[in-house]
């Protein structure tokens, strides 16, 4: 079966990637946890700041925090579905790796930062699927970014952090109806022999997406067809079976999961 995969919009952050500062990281490992952090220069707001911001967002339901412990963390339900959120003033901040890969902001945005993380909880996501819980927790996150001195989110799976801003426009829009934040919610790197890969969906559809060079397409070339299967899969899930697919503007192309099926891999369709 031949599918179409649309172009997707495009934001001043893909046109940086694709002019060729896709990063360089680590292989991805076993699926992370389903976590956002938020980041704040001058202080990270308390219980009560923080339930003002979530009650603040209309049309979203909201029940109340409820403390786990001492330490900051709180149980809530937003829209339905149940959050642990950790880090909360006055206890201490959050702890959080390093993130390896930058969107509308510096390697080093993060200094004298503070954290707090935001993560599933409960017994009311069990019937959720990772799509659904991962737009619950960008709605959230959506929300808590217009607490004082936020400057950041970080996306766990993607080993990503993104500008406040760069966030808040990208969530918005998926929210709406736009396109999966390709570049945000997943990362892009380079392994060896120059092939592309994703980073990121395997914590949301179980798979990522390997592009290989291909003769006389161009890389940022290869980064957007990745976009464009990135948007694809998140909206569809795994594909269990090879298959062509027409990539809008680029063509047909083979798409064929590797033996274990936690990777896709693009080529060139030779009926392209």
């Known amino acids: 079966m031949i599918g179409c995969l649309q172009k997707v919009a495009q934001t001043a952050q893909e046109i940086e990637v694709m002019s060729g500062t896709v990063g360089s990281g680590v292989r991805p490992g076993d699926q992370q946890e ?15 700041a923080i339930a003002d911001r979530l009650e603040a967002m209309g049309g979203a339901s909201f029940s109340g ?25 006055p206890g201490a901040s959050a702890r959080t790796g390093p ?15 503070e954290a707090i993380l935001l993560a599933p909880g409960g017994a009311a996501n069990d019937n959720v699927s990772p799509l659904e819980m991962v737009r619950g927790l960008a709605a959230a ?18 080993s990503s ?7 808040a426009k990208v969530a918005r829009e998926w929210l709406d109806g736009g396109p999966f934040p390709a570049l945000g919610l997943a990362s892009l790197m380079v392994e060896d022999g120059d092939v592309l890969v994703s980073r990121g969906m395997d914590a949301i559809c179980g798979q990522e997406i390997a592009i290989a060079p291909i003769a006389g397409m161009a890389n940022a070339d290869r980064a957007r ?31 064929n999961p590797d033996a274990s099926g936690k990777k896709i891999y693009l080529s060139r369709s030779p009926f392209a």
Request: net charge negative; glycine share 12%.
């Open 99 to 113: 993130p390896q890969y930058f969107f509308d902001i510096r390697n080093d945005g993060l200094e004298g930062t």
């Open 65 to 89: 925090l409820t403390e786990i412990d001492e330490a900051g963390a709180f149980s809530f339900e937003y829209d339905g579905f149940a959050m642990v959120l950790s880090g909360a003033a």
């Open 34 to 48: 389903l976590t956002f952090s938020l980041w704040f220069a001058g202080g990270r707001p308390d219980s009560g």
């Open 225 to 255: 067809a990745a976009i464009r299967m990135i948007d694809y899969m998140a909206n569809h899930g795994r594909i269990r079976e090879p298959d062509t697919m027409e990539i809008d503007g680029f063509g047909l192309f083979e798409v």
């Open 141 to 158: 996150t959506l929300a808590l970014t217009g607490a004082a001195h936020c400057i950041a989110v970080g996306w766990q799976p993607a």
């Open 161 to 167: 952090v993104m500008n406040c801003d760069y966030f």
